[in-house]
């Protein structure tokens, strides 16, 4: 069992900045992709941005140049550092873990309970 805690959310005036962490805990060998989506009010959740094991990052085009991810592998953490926030940012973002639980395990999906982003105009 694989558990992601999410933490950094929290409302901002546009303009201004957050930093994002999420942490995963339990049985995991090793973690692949790691992945931040936010979904807004009556819209579908969407993918922000993606990390793979060796650093390599792609992002959604809306958030290109103000969002970067990183992670740290040591501490099975990653971070969204929110530059330039803007209201459409508003939303509750989840952080996503493609985990290996074992030595020769199956990969297998983990989801964070999400944190809340608001940013006021």
């Known amino acids: 069992q694989v558990q992601l805690v999410e933490s950094g959310g929290g409302l901002v005036q546009a303009g201004g900045s957050l930093r994002l962490s999420c942490a995963a805990s339990g049985r995991i060998f090793s973690i692949n992709n790691m992945n931040w989506h936010r979904q807004a009010p009556g819209k579908q959740r969407e993918l922000v941005a993606t990390?793979?094991?060796?650093?390599?990052?792609t992002y959604a085009d809306s958030v290109k140049g103000r969002f970067t991810i990183s992670r740290d592998n040591a501490k099975n953490t990653v971070y969204l550092q929110l530059n330039s926030l803007k209201p459409e940012d508003t939303a509750v973002y989840y952080c996503?873990?493609?985990?290996?639980?074992?030595?020769?395990?199956?990969?297998?999906?983990?989801w964070g309970q999400g944190t809340q982003v608001t940013v006021s105009s």
């Open positions: 996503y873990a493609a985990v290996v639980a074992y030595n020769g395990g199956p990969l297998s999906g983990s």
């Open positions: 990390i793979t094991r060796g650093g390599s990052s």
